[in-house]
T-cell receptor
């Protein structure tokens, strides 16, 4: 079975631009979570979606938004990019809502210049 | 105080050595605990869950001390391939309650 997939793998943007990151969970998984990992830090929770509804939000500004589609894939959108948004963005899927045993995708490396 | 704290290391140990990492957490209501492994420029991968009774998987042993609010990971007979960053994860239950530590870097030296 395919694992969690994310696209694109790498992305370079300039300040003020908008970006959309995509994630496909493991087949049968209904929960998708997004994390931001800056260099030297652990992943920071951004959003969790379960059954197409936002179930949790971390301490990130409103420039960050996400959604989950009927096939359980998900998009993370970031508006008005700042230099500090440069990071590895990880998507994780889990079978059920409680985020026990999450499986991570390879991530999208975003560089904001 | 951070919700989840780890010594960032690096821990430089020779092959065959035993090494232990601790991770402290601040929320006494935390319900489940995990160790993840992250290789350089890769995604985190679940290493093992941590149970109150302790659990072992080959050379790896995880322990939970609820009274002192810490979890530990012991690696015996270290291999070069164990070189990675080990992330402590605490789930306080429900949505948006998963918190990662900053990770402890392990370098196993020949």
């Amino acid at each position: 079975d395919a694992g969690v997939t994310q696209s694109p793998t790498h992305l370079i943007k300039t300040r003020g631009q908008h970006v959309t990151l995509r994630c496909s969970p493991i087949s049968g998984h209904k929960s998708v979570s997004w994390y931001q990992q800056v260099l030297g830090q652990g992943p920071q929770f951004i959003f969790q979606y379960y059954e197409k509804e936002e179930r949790g939000r971390g301490n990130f500004p409103d420039r960050f938004s996400a959604r989950q589609f009927p096939n359980y894939s998900s998009e993370l959108n970031v508006n008005a990019l700042l230099l500090g948004d440069s990071a590895l963005y990880l998507c994780a899927s889990s079978l059920v809502w409680d985020q026990e045993t999450q499986y991570f995708g390879p991530g999208t490396r975003l560089l904001v210049l | 105080r951070k919700e989840v704290e780890q010594d960032p290391g690096p821990f430089n140990v020779p092959e065959g050595a035993t090494v232990a990492f601790n991770c402290t957490y601040s929320n006494s209501a935390s319900q489940s605990f995990f160790w993840y492994r992250q290789d350089c420029r890769k995604e985190p991968k679940l290493l093992m869950s941590v149970y109150s009774s302790g659990n072992e998987d080959g050379r790896f042993t995880a322990q939970l001390n609820r009274a002192s609010q810490y979890i530990s990971l012991l690696i015996r007979d270290s291999k070069l391939s164990d070189s990675a960053t080990y992330l402590c994860v605490v789930n306080s239950g429900g949505y948006q309650k998963v918190t990662f530590g900053t990770g402890t870097k392990l370098q196993v030296i020949p």
